[in-house]
């Protein structure tokens, strides 16, 4: 699954658009490394999100098929940090 679709899905950012500018801008990286809006995310995969005030690092515990409940999105990350 794309980034900017697995942190729509995942309710980690809103919306897909702002996801992608977010990873335009270079606040967003996976594993360490700065990464695309289309970067193809895997299981174990971490993500590093720069908020104006603080950064949020997420593993990823579960890539879904589709779309999932607000209930279900939080079981797909793990809050690391």
Sequence with gaps: M?????????????RRTVANEVSDM???S???NPAKAGKQL???DV??????????????????????????SSTLYEILQ
């Excluded at 679709?5 to 809103?14: A, N």
């Excluded at 908020?51 to 209930?71: D, E, F, G, H």
């Design 2 to 14: 794309r980034l900017d679709k697995f942190l729509k899905v995942s309710r980690l950012i809103k």
């Design 26 to 28: 270079g606040r967003i």
């Design 30 to 32: 996976v594993n360490g």
């Design 42 to 44: 895997k299981e174990g």
């Design 47 to 72: 993500i590093e999100i720069e908020y104006a005030n603080r950064t949020v690092k997420a593993k990823v515990l579960r890539i879904p098929q589709n779309n999932v409940s607000i209930q279900e």
